[in-house]
C-alpha cells in the first residue's frame, strides 16, 4: 500500500514537531535554571542566547527555506527569538576553480563591475594567480616572494585558498576591498564551481553569464520560479551557441548551503554562521563561525 505523505511534507511535519519540542526545551532549561529575565546574569543570558542559536543553525541545515536567503524568525515566551535564514553557497563565485581553471574574464568582469579599472582588475588578478600558482615566475603586475618580503608579508604559499580571509593577505586585494567592501558576498571556496542562478545576485549573473545588467535582474527576479533552462536563455538573451557553452556551469540549487542563525535572550544576542555540504540524508559541516 503506497503511502500519503509526500516525502517533503513528512519532513516538515517532522520539523515543525521538533520546533514544538524545542520550544518546550528552552523554556524547560529557563525553568531549570530557575532564570528571572529582569535579573538574569549576562552569562546566563548570553548562555540562552547561544542555545537559541544553536537552535537556529539546526532549523536551518533542515528546512529548504527560499533561495534568497529570506529570514525566518521564531518567538518564544518569556523573551527568546531565532531568526535564521539559510542560502545556497551555490549562488556565489568559486573563486578557487575559477583561478585554478586560469579563467580570469569572470573575476575581471566582476572586478569592473564593482568599478576597479581596467588596470586595478588586472593588477588584483595577476596578484591573485602569483598567489595560488607555485613556483617563483612573476606576472606582470603580480607579485611573488620577493615582492611580499618588501611589503613585510609572508610569501605566497601557491596553492589555493583555505578561506575567504586568506584572500586579504594578497598583495593588492585592498583595490578590491576599498571600492566594494561587501565582496565576501560574491565569492566562496566551497561548491562544486556551478552557479546557482536562483540565489545569484545580479552582479554575479552579469559577470559569470557575460550579459547585461537588465538580463541579470530579470534572472534574479525570477528566484524560485526559475525552472526551465530553455526559458533562461531566452532572459538571458543569449544564443543556443553561446548558452551551450555556458549551460553546463549552471545549476537550479546547490548542496552548499550557508545558515545564520541569531538567537536573542532578553537583549543578549549571540550569532552562529556555519556551511553545510548537504545531502539527502546527511551533512557535513565546512566551515563554523560564532560572535
Same mark, same amino acid.
Given at each position: 500500500?503506497?503511502?500519503?505523505?509526500?516525502?517533503?511534507? #513528512? &519532513? =516538515?511535519?517532522? *520539523?515543525?514537531?521538533?520546533?514544538? !519540542?524545542?520550544?518546550? /526545551?528552552?523554556?524547560?532549561?529557563?525553568? $531549570?535554571?530557575?532564570?528571572?529575565?529582569?535579573?538574569?546574569?549576562?552569562?546566563?543570558?548570553?548562555?540562552?542566547?547561544?542555545? #537559541? &542559536? =544553536?537552535?537556529? *543553525?539546526?532549523?536551518?541545515?533542515? !528546512?529548504?527555506?527560499? /533561495?534568497?536567503?529570506?529570514?525566518?524568525? $521564531?518567538?518564544?515566551?518569556?523573551?527568546?527569538?531565532?531568526?535564521?535564514?539559510?542560502?545556497?553557497?551555490?549562488?556565489?563565485?568559486?573563486?578557487?576553480?575559477?583561478?585554478?581553471?586560469?579563467?580570469?574574464?569572470?573575476?575581471? /568582469?566582476?572586478?569592473?563591475?564593482?568599478? $576597479?579599472?581596467?588596470?586595478?582588475?588586472?593588477?588584483?588578478?595577476?596578484?591573485?594567480?602569483?598567489?595560488?600558482?607555485?613556483?617563483?615566475?612573476?606576472?606582470?603586475?603580480?607579485?611573488?616572494?620577493?615582492?611580499?618580503?618588501? /611589503?613585510?608579508?609572508?610569501?605566497?604559499?601557491?596553492?589555493?585558498?583555505?578561506?575567504?580571509?586568506?584572500?586579504?593577505?594578497?598583495?593588492?586585494?585592498?583595490?578590491?576591498?576599498?571600492?566594494?567592501?561587501?565582496?565576501?558576498?560574491?565569492?566562496?571556496?566551497?561548491?562544486?564551481?556551478?552557479?546557482?542562478?536562483?540565489?545569484?545576485?545580479?552582479?554575479?549573473?552579469?559577470?559569470?553569464?557575460?550579459?547585461?545588467?537588465?538580463?541579470?535582474?530579470?534572472?534574479?527576479?525570477?528566484?524560485?520560479?526559475?525552472?526551465?533552462?530553455?526559458?533562461?536563455?531566452?532572459?538571458?538573451?543569449?544564443?543556443?551557441?553561446?548558452?551551450?557553452?555556458?549551460?553546463?556551469?549552471?545549476?537550479?540549487?546547490?548542496?552548499?548551503?550557508?545558515?545564520?542563525?541569531?538567537?536573542?535572550?532578553?537583549?543578549?544576542?549571540?550569532?552562529?554562521?556555519?556551511?553545510?555540504?548537504?545531502?539527502?540524508?546527511?551533512?557535513?559541516?565546512?566551515?563554523?563561525?560564532?560572535?
Amino acid at each position: 500500500m503506497r503511502s500519503r505523505f509526500h516525502p517533503r511534507g #513528512l &519532513a =516538515l511535519l517532522l *520539523v515543525m514537531w521538533a520546533l514544538f !519540542i524545542m520550544s518546550f /526545551a528552552i523554556l524547560g532549561l529557563i525553568s $531549570l535554571l530557575k532564570i528571572d529575565i529582569g535579573n538574569a546574569s549576562g552569562m546566563e543570558r548570553v548562555a540562552l542566547a547561544s542555545s #537559541l &542559536a =544553536l537552535s537556529g *543553525v539546526t532549523i536551518g541545515r533542515n !528546512i529548504d527555506f527560499p /533561495a534568497n536567503g529570506r529570514s525566518e524568525q $521564531l518567538n518564544f515566551p518569556d523573551g527568546g527569538k531565532i531568526e535564521v535564514s539559510a542560502v545556497s553557497e551555490n549562488g556565489k563565485l568559486n573563486v578557487n576553480t575559477l583561478l585554478g581553471s586560469g579563467d580570469r574574464d569572470v573575476l575581471r /568582469a566582476l572586478f569592473r563591475i564593482w568599478g $576597479l579599472s581596467d588596470v586595478e582588475a588586472d593588477t588584483v588578478l595577476d596578484c591573485l594567480l602569483d598567489y595560488v600558482e607555485p613556483g617563483g615566475n612573476r606576472r606582470l603586475n603580480g607579485a611573488k616572494a620577493l615582492q611580499y618580503k618588501a /611589503a613585510g608579508r609572508p610569501a605566497p604559499p601557491g596553492r589555493l585558498f583555505r578561506s575567504l580571509d586568506e584572500m586579504t593577505r594578497v598583495l593588492n586585494f585592498d583595490l578590491v576591498t576599498r571600492h566594494h567592501p561587501d565582496w565576501r558576498e560574491a565569492l566562496t571556496i566551497y561548491g562544486d564551481g556551478t552557479l546557482d542562478l536562483r540565489a545569484a545576485s545580479p552582479e554575479v549573473i552579469r559577470a559569470y553569464c557575460r550579459v547585461g545588467d537588465a538580463s541579470a535582474r530579470a534572472i534574479h527576479q525570477g528566484g524560485d520560479g526559475l525552472s526551465d533552462m530553455a526559458a533562461i536563455r531566452m532572459a538571458l538573451g543569449l544564443t543556443n551557441g553561446e548558452f551551450d557553452e555556458l549551460q553546463g556551469r549552471l545549476s537550479l540549487g546547490g548542496k552548499v548551503r550557508r545558515v545564520r542563525s541569531k538567537g536573542t535572550f532578553a537583549q543578549a544576542t549571540r550569532t552562529i554562521e556555519a556551511i553545510y555540504q548537504v545531502n539527502e540524508t546527511s551533512s557535513v559541516i565546512l566551515e563554523w563561525r560564532e560572535w
